[in-house]
């Protein structure tokens, strides 16, 4: 599997500007059932870094890349992208899910459909397709169907089908959370390849060193709220907010926030 | 009971014997099924489909109509077909009463329910599993549809033949709309109707077993068909 | 077996095409020189008659006829709508009445067989001595044995009901008693007389050819108002445009012909005629 070389990456990214971003998105909230799920959100996505969405289960993360993406819309506020080609932005926007979503055809087929509907011709579909198999190292599997495949190579998968759209923004919902260490660590190797491919990632995570390792800018939520938005360096190194400070300390439980109990008890926790 | 041993006897000499009669019957009512089904399902499979990924109101009713037609009993769909192409009714100047092209409108006006509504059934499943996916790549709803119904072919086997026992089982409405009328609408069904009210059980019996020998056959053939393809492609 | 989606798709089309293809010729197999449909009843079916006679008038005309068997209630409201180009049933009364209300253009008498009362083989109700059909009746409501009525439109059951009216009889309070209405063809009331051993009245010919007697037998024919007449009509094409009139009048000219007469005597269920040629021209020659 090669993803150093730079040369037939795919969109391959000399000059590449922007279409669609930026995204803004301003006071955003979000309901379902009567209860507000994402509260007065407001942020704006740029072009150029990678952006990883931190915090604990039930902090939104995966409502807030959906109402990104347009999966779903929001009850109050607006998402806007404010780039030049804002006619059809979801064209240029991919999604990877928590769970791989395999359709019951072969890795090639699965590769194939995605990009079938897009007027691209069958000869540069095909080459596309062997091209983005060799970055993610499915060549070997193409005909395999893709319900056989392990987890981690079904991720690999739904990541290469992403890619192969050439999107200026890929979404990503906890991508490596349901792979073993060797599965994520292959898979963050591709998201490397991709971000160096120019397009822009907005990632969720709760595992704090995926964050570490690969985030340009970090935004931590809470119970729906944007709490703080830094550049990595400096939210790994100290994060201005409390509730930051003790998600980096393993200590944030969603279900309660006064009750924060001291490191000895936390370490029981943890060990059992 | 000596009429299960007759009957069984009359169905060997039918087919021993090969009388060119009852390859006709046989003929004439495979080719009325299998093409009522057919059109059935290029009706059936889209709507069933389609019902599972639009949302528009009035989803709910129509799918529980659907649903409550596959029950709908084959003699009284055969009468307002019979209604609707008589001279007297609306479509009187196609003349197609009393011929197989009635008895095909008849079958396919009761197995595309239920081709419909089974269809919704399994396509619904894998549209929960598909729906962000599909809605993030940006296909649009009508190749939906066909995504859905090209990864459900498996299971969509089992509701076609459930269209295709419909048909081929059914006697009320091609005995209507078509009339039973010797070497031009008499199919397997009608046949042990006729028989039947001639007092011949034994025959009737017989020609019974011979259209049950079908229907197995065609099953088995679609289940070993639809077994090894799986194996091919998981 | 990678072909097979593909493969699968492309079966089913071609098998389609092929079937169409069948299909049409197998509507049009006999059409050398059209064909008339012909609204009847179960006993010129049941009875083998048409089987019997028709192919000769085929092979003379080169028309093919297609017969309807449905009770005569059926064949004429067929009739009626314009589904088909001729009624031949066994219901005068009614058969008047269709032409006189412009739905037929005129009626023939072509033949007639006979009614008979079957019943069980002990024969309870003692119908055997009985002088005339009325008096069979009679008895069979006074010892309340099981009789099984058509209970349709049919020419059968309408004369059966006239017999019933020349006595002194609650039918409708002994329905589902004694009298029992099967709603039925002549084959279904024969079959379900069969197992419950009663007394009906039936026309010889689907008689004879019927295979179910079970323990049934012939107790009391020979009444002279027990004969059964059947007319041949045309109907009306200047009330339905599309009849096939030079063909539907063929064919009458055909059934009331010496061939078509003689045809009619010569059919055989068991070695017996049971059919009996009696059309005005035909009566005039012999």
Redesign the interface.
Same mark, same amino acid.
């Given at each position: 599997m090669d993803s150093s070389t730079n040369e037939t990456l795919p969109n391959n990214v000399e000059n590449k500007s922007a279409r669609i971003l930026p995204l803004v998105l301003k006071n955003v909230s979000y309901e379902k059932a009567g209860m507000r799920l994402i509260k007065d959100l407001s942020v704006t996505f740029n072009f150029g870094s990678l952006t990883v969405i931190l915090g604990p289960n039930g902090a939104g993360k995966s409502l807030l890349l /959906?109402l990104c993406?347009g999966?779903i819309k929001p009850s109050k506020g607006t998402v806007d992208w404010c780039g030049p080609k804002v006619s059809a932005p979801? !064209?240029y926007?991919?999604?990877v899910?928590q769970r791989p979503?395999m359709? !019951? /055809?072969?890795v090639i087929a699965n590769l194939s459909?995605?990009l079938k509907?897009r007027g691209i011709n069958k000869a540069e579909r095909t080459q596309k397709i062997d091209n983005i198999m060799q970055h993610t190292g499915l060549s070997r599997l193409a005909k395999v169907?893709a !319900?056989?495949l392990s987890v981690g190579e079904q991720q690999r998968l739904a990541v290469a /089908?992403a890619w192969s759209?050439d999107p200026e923004v890929l979404f990503m919902d906890e991508p490596t959370a349901a792979l073993d260490p060797a599965a994520t660590h292959s898979l963050e190797n591709i998201i490397g390849a991709i971000k160096k491919s120019g397009t822009k990632i907005i990632m969720s995570t709760h595992d704090l060193g995926q964050a570490k390792r690969l985030a340009d800018e970090v935004l931590f939520l809470y119970r729906g709220r944007l709490l703080e938005q830094a550049d990595a360096s400096q939210f790994f190194e100290k994060p201005n907010n409390d509730l930051a400070q003790s998600f980096m300390r393993g200590e944030l439980l969603w279900w309660n926030r006064q009750e924060l109990k001291p490191p000895e008890q936390l370490k029981e926790r943890r060990q059992k | 009971m000596m009429e299960i041993r007759d009957a069984f006897a009359a169905a060997m000499a039918l087919i021993i014997n090969f009388e060119s009669g009852l390859a006709e019957i046989v %003929? %004439?009512s =495979?080719?009325v099924s299998?093409?009522a089904v057919?059109i059935a399902c290029l009706i059936g499979l889209p709507i069933g489909a389609a019902l599972a990924v639009f949302q528009f109101p009035g989803r709910t009713a129509i799918a529980v109509i659907l649903n409550a037609m596959m029950g709908l009993p084959p003699v009284v769909v055969g009468l307002i077909v019979y209604l609707t192409l #008589?001279? #007297?009714?609306p479509l009187? +100047?196609l003349?197609l %009463?009393?011929?197989? +092209?009635a008895m095909i409108i008849a079958q396919i006006c009761l197995v595309t329910p239920i081709i419909a509504a089974l269809t919704r059934q399994t396509t619904e499943d894998l549209w929960q599993?598909?729906a962000?996916?599909l809605? #993030?790549?940006?296909? $649009?709803p009508w190749?939906a549809v066909t995504?859905l119904l090209?990864?459900s072919?498996f299971s969509l086997i089992t509701t076609i033949l459930a269209g295709f026992g419909r048909a081929s089982a059914e006697v009320g409405a091609v005995m209507i709309v078509g $009339?039973?009328?010797?070497?031009?609408t008499r199919v397997m069904t009608t046949s042990i109707a =006729?028989e +039947? #009210?001639?007092?011949? %059980?034994a025959l009737a019996l017989g020609l019974g077993i011979i259209l049950l020998a079908l229907a197995l056959s065609v099953n088995a053939a679609a289940f070993i068909?639809n077994d090894?393809?799986m194996k091919?492609?998981? | 077996?990678?072909l @097979?989606?593909g493969f699968?798709l492309k079966f089913?089309r071609s098998?389609?095409m092929v079937? @169409?293809s069948?299909?049409l010729s197998?509507?049009n197999? @006999?059409a050398t020189n059209g064909f008339i449909?012909v609204a009847s009843t179960?006993s010129t079916v049941?009875s083998g008659l048409f089987?019997n006679i028709l192919p000769k008038f085929t092979k003379t005309t080169g028309i093919s006829v297609?017969?309807?068997?449905?009770g005569t209630g059926q064949a004429i409201k067929v009739a009626?709508?314009?589904?088909a180009d001729i009624l031949f049933v066994h219901h005068k009364i009614s058969e008047v009445e269709f032409v006189k209300n412009a739905f037929g253009v005129k009626r023939y008498d072509v033949m007639y067989n006979d009614f008979i009362v079957v019943g069980p083989q002990d024969d309870p109700a003692d119908v055997q001595k009985a002088k005339n059909v009325v008096e069979a009746y009679k008895k069979i409501a006074a010892t309340k044995s099981i009789f099984v009525s058509r209970g349709d439109e049919s020419g059968t059951h309408k004369k059966s009901l006239e017999f019933w009216r020349t006595i002194p009889v609650d039918l409708v309070n002994s329905s589902g008693k004694w009298y029992r209405e099967a709603g039925s063809?002549?084959?279904?009331t024969?079959?379900l007389t069969?197992s419950i051993n009663g007394y009906t009245l039936t026309d010889k010919s689907t008689w004879m050819? @019927?295979?179910?007697?079970g323990l049934l037998v012939v107790l009391f024919e020979g009444d002279p108002s027990m004969r059964n007449q059947y007319g041949i009509t045309m109907v009306n094409p200047a009330r339905?445009k599309?009849v096939k009139a030079p063909l539907a009048s063929a064919f009458i000219g055909w059934v009331i012909s010496n061939d078509g007469q003689a045809a009619i005597n010569d059919f055989r269920i068991s070695g017996k005629q049971t059919f009996f040629a009696n059309a005005a021209a035909y009566k005039k020659i012999n």
């Open positions: /959906r993406h999966l979801q !064209r926007q991919a999604m899910f979503v359709l !019951r /055809r072969s459909h995605s509907y169907p !319900r056989l /089908r759209l | %003929l %004439l =495979l080719q299998i093409i057919a #008589s001279r #007297s009714g009187g +100047t003349g %009463l009393y011929t197989p +092209t599993e598909y962000e996916h809605r #993030s790549i940006g296909i $649009g190749r995504t090209w990864d072919r $009339g039973n009328i010797d070497h031009v =006729l +039947t #009210s001639k007092g011949d %059980l068909i090894a393809a091919r492609h998981g | 077996m990678r @097979f989606p699968l089913k098998l389609a079937a @169409f069948l299909l197998v509507t197999a @006999f449909v179960t049941n089987k297609r017969v309807l068997g449905v009626e709508r314009g589904d063809g002549m084959g279904a024969l079959n069969s050819a @019927f295979q179910n007697k339905h599309h």
